[in-house]
């Protein structure tokens, strides 16, 4: 072997080791690559975990209320003296003081003004209020002995739900002889967690135990319903005539380039915008779900304007050619077989940008929808407030008690989501055409 032949297989050996060395050297990166992106997977996940498992554990007891069970009798003395038995006369009667009547005789020890107030404590404003309307809706109860659940204080729910401890220094708001009342209450049977309708059926209230969220649960469904009227059908004309009949020019282009922009504008803007056309200038009334709807509009059609394009643009070419070689017109084709073709992924794109606008609150405190309401609206028109800002208001509540409404709020408004996702999903599976 020459030494022309030993130069040339030690650069041979060395050119291969350093390839080796640079295939190391490349597989270990990809290696690292790989983990890097499962750790990103890992730590996303992890922090979705804790971000549910702190909602669900402060929400969950918000379904559960402390009730007392009193026994009321509905003296006619007092409801109702005159014995005119009508309406007004009813409901403005002092309910109040038969509650308190009820609980002075399941303790009848307690004297002086002072320890009766704080007997009284611990029932919740709302009992006066339940038992006015049982007794409007049927005046025949007057006379009668009635045996009622009514809902207890906020402290006293949060005493029995164990948020707060039973001392001061724990969080306690009740003195000693409230806890004492309190325990035998309880050990009579008549004090005990039910479930929580009125969180279910009420409106918003100062008192955290009658707070519920079905007043801003038909807020969120008038806004809804005004969004999807308006702009699906206009989303869907939109990208028809983008897609299917605008011509090819540089005023096209430039409506293209703006819609696509919009979509990535902030909310609060759309907020701004609402506040100055359909307030300001057409005097359209504050707090109303339709303006929420108007604003949210705006906001939806930029993205249902790009999912309906790309649902008309995935319909291939050979249906619009086959549909005009046997003779249809360019209407035809769109509407009869384009239009069919492409509605599941029109209809998923409507029902995220829905869900988007569910979830939205900034630009509803820019229409005034951050109004305290406390009658739960019946049409589009009356005040009304939606439940992300339900949420926004309870969080800024000093009380504890709003603490776990809060919470449960955000479960609801989480399990609406993903219920309009999951009929996304199952629209698109269910109807969408392989080619």
Do not use: C
Request: proline fraction near 6%; charge should be neutral; charged fraction near 20%.
């Amino acid at each position: 072997m020459t030494d022309m032949d030993t130069q040339a297989l030690r650069a041979l050996s060395e050119t291969r080791t350093r390839v080796e060395a640079g295939l190391r050297r490349r597989y270990a990166r990809e290696r690292r690559f790989r983990l890097y992106g499962l750790a990103s997977v890992v730590f996303g996940l992890a922090f979705l975990v804790f971000l549910l498992t702190t909602i669900v554990g402060n929400g969950y007891s918000a379904f559960r209320q402390a009730m007392v069970r009193l026994d009321v009798v509905v003296d006619p003395a007092v409801i109702d003296p005159e014995g005119r038995r009508e309406p007004e006369a009813l409901a403005g009667a002092d309910y109040q003081a038969l509650v308190k009547a009820s609980l002075d005789e399941l303790f009848p020890g307690v004297e002086g003004r002072r320890e009766r107030r704080q007997l009284a404590g611990l029932v919740s404003s709302g009992a006066a209020w339940e038992l006015r309307d049982r007794v409007v809706a049927d005046p025949a109860l007057l006379g009668q002995r009635l045996s009622l659940w009514v809902p207890a204080s906020d402290d006293v729910d949060q005493v029995l739900k164990g948020h707060v401890g039973r001392a001061a220094e724990e969080g306690s708001q009740l003195e000693p002889a409230q806890l004492a009342w309190v325990d035998q209450l309880v050990a009579d049977g008549r004090l005990g967690l039910r479930f929580n309708r009125t969180f279910f059926t009420s409106g918003d209230s100062r008192e955290p135990e009658l707070a519920g969220i079905w007043g801003a649960t038909k807020g969120s469904f008038f806004m809804l319903a005004v969004t999807l009227v308006l702009s699906f059908p206009l989303g869907v004309a939109a990208a028809l005539y983008l897609e299917e009949f605008a011509p090819r020019n540089r005023w096209v282009d430039i409506i293209e380039v703006n819609i696509n922009n919009l979509a990535a504008v902030p909310s609060i803007v759309f907020g701004l915008l609402g506040l100055a056309v359909f307030i300001n200038f057409f005097g359209l009334p504050r707090s109303a779900p339709v303006v929420g709807g108007l604003v949210l509009t705006l906001m939806t059609l930029p993205v249902i304007i790009i999912a309906s394009r790309a649902a008309i643009k995935a319909v291939p070419p050979s249906v619009r050619e086959a549909a005009l070689g046997i003779g249809a017109s360019p209407m035809q084709t769109v509407f009869h077989h384009v239009l069919p073709l492409a509605m599941p992924g029109m209809l998923t794109g409507a029902i995220i940008g829905m869900a988007r606008a569910l979830g939205e609150s900034a630009p509803l405190l820019m229409v005034g929808m951050v109004a305290f309401i406390v009658d739960v609206p019946q049409t589009p028109v009356d005040p009304a407030t939606a439940l992300p800002v339900q949420v926004y208001l309870w969080a800024d509540s000093p009380e504890r008690a709003f603490v776990e409404r809060t919470s449960a709020a955000i479960m609801v408004l989480l399990g609406f989501l993903l219920v309009m996702n999951l009929a996304a999903v199952w629209l698109r599976s269910r109807f969408e055409r392989r080619w």
